[in-house]
């Protein structure tokens, strides 16, 4: 499912790809306790089994997090295995440096979140300072996000806060293969994985779909890979948004490749917010080989991004956000709006080297013409768009 080296901080928040959870195992002696797979914690490693240390695989006992104490105590590589079976897991914090080489975790059963929402702060289950991780198996993992969801609906419910399904943050060497997300397509701050502030980061053929973006790559990431991903529903896959808050890093070396875009709301995107707290540049991303079918925004660079919760009133044409270097290479499929292509730069910070090629994305409907939009875009454009292109 996922492995990390190097990791210095991976948060998981509602659906995650590594979390473990035991009951304490009573009625055993200090002897017996030693001899047993991940009986106690130390030791040179071994298996940890959750079932054999006493949880309950009934979705209703609450589970404590002794497995992972034994194996991050263990001097030697350690394995978790959590069998097949519902185990209920509160929020956890699992956090390093540990002792042994390696930690790997065999995920065969069902960990499910406490629908006790007075229990979460910000995450469910965190991992900080571990190095050398990996997570493998068929299990699942279920923030049981339907309790928040309804209560999101009311109108004396504070603004839902901003939820990731994987969080790496200030990390580096990490990949996620394999995975199956998914969220109600009405619910927004669901994104799928988001990366921030990390480097060397790899999202692989996996099937995504929430009520927002299923990529998002934010302020200070480079050497970010996705590839092969289903996305749909949701806000597609995007670089940012940029440019918030005070201090953030460039983004650069971004690769989003042989991936397929479901009726979401955009295709692959790349915004940020009007006006910008930081200085930084986006620069040297490439979007390839990607279809789209029936996606209503496939290709867009917003640099007026601003919520309207979050930025009212008029917006302005300043931005500190320079893009640069941008590459939209043989996109095919089809648009569910007439506006195929929305490059839409500032006037201050003029998007440069922008690079439309063999890109053919059609309106599906029939009462309009497919369209290009463009404002200070400098590029070129080759192959079947070219008769769209509006870069300057």
């Known amino acids: 499912m996922a492995s990390a080296h190097n990791a210095l901080r991976v948060f998981f928040i509602l659906a995650v790809v590594c979390a473990v959870c035991t009951a304490k195992r009573t009625g055993a002696n200090k002897e017996e306790s030693a001899a047993a797979p991940g009986g106690a914690a130390g030791g040179s490693g071994g298996t940890f089994d959750i079932s054999k240390l006493g949880a309950t695989s009934d979705g209703k006992t609450d589970c404590t997090k002794d497995a992972w104490t034994s194996a991050c105590e263990a001097t030697g590589s350690a394995t978790v295995v959590i069998p097949k079976g519902d185990y209920l897991v509160g929020p956890l914090n699992f956090t390093g440096p540990c002792k042994g080489s390696n930690i790997a975790i065999q995920l065969d059963g069902n960990l499910l979140g406490s629908n006790d929402l007075d229990k979460y702060t910000a995450s469910w289950i965190e991992l900080s300072h571990v190095n050398n991780i990996g997570i493998t198996g068929s299990g699942t993992l279920d923030g049981q996000g339907t309790a928040v969801y309804s209560k999101s609906k009311t109108d004396n419910v504070k603004a839902m806060p901003n939820f990731f399904h994987i969080n790496i943050d200030n990390s580096e060497s990490i990949t996620v293969k394999d995975v199956n997300i998914t969220a109600p397509a009405d619910v927004e701050n669901t994104d799928g994985v988001h990366v921030g502030g990390s480097s060397k980061i790899s999202i692989l053929n996996s099937t995504i779909g929430t009520g927002d973006d299923c990529v998002s790559i934010g302020p200070g990431c480079n050497g970010v890979l996705v590839d092969s991903i289903t996305c749909g529903p949701?806000?597609?896959?995007?670089?940012?948004?940029?440019?918030?808050?005070?201090?953030?890093?460039?983004?650069?070396?971004?690769?989003?490749?042989?991936?397929?875009?479901?009726?979401?709301?955009?295709?692959?995107?790349?915004?940020?917010?009007?006006?910008?707290?930081?200085?930084?540049?986006?620069?040297?991303?490439?979007f390839e080989n990607i279809r789209m079918e029936e996606v209503a925004n496939p290709i867009v660079i917003d640099q007026y991004f601003c919520p309207q919760?979050?930025?009212?009133?008029?917006?302005?044409?300043?931005?500190?956000?320079?893009?640069?270097?941008?590459?939209?290479?043989?996109?095919?499929?089809?648009?569910?709006?007439?506006?195929?292509?929305?490059?839409?730069?500032?006037?201050?910070?003029?998007?440069?080297?922008v690079s439309l090629i063999d890109v053919n994305v059609e309106y599906a409907g029939k009462n309009n013409k497919t369209m290009a939009v463009c404002s200070n875009a400098k590029g070129t454009a080759k192959g079947s768009i070219e008769a769209l292109a509006c870069l300057v």
């Open 309 to 353: 919760k979050v930025c009212p009133g008029k917006r302005s044409n300043s931005s500190h956000v320079s893009v640069k270097d941008v590459t939209f290479r043989n996109i095919t499929g089809t648009s569910s709006t007439p506006e195929a292509i929305s490059l839409l730069c500032s006037e201050t910070q003029p998007c440069s080297g």
């Open 234 to 286: 949701g806000q597609g896959i995007s670089v940012g948004c940029l440019g918030r808050y005070k201090d953030e890093k460039d983004v650069s070396d971004i690769t989003v490749r042989n991936c397929v875009l479901k009726n979401t709301t955009n295709g692959v995107r790349i915004k940020s917010y009007v006006d910008a707290e930081s200085v930084l540049t986006a620069s040297h991303l490439t």
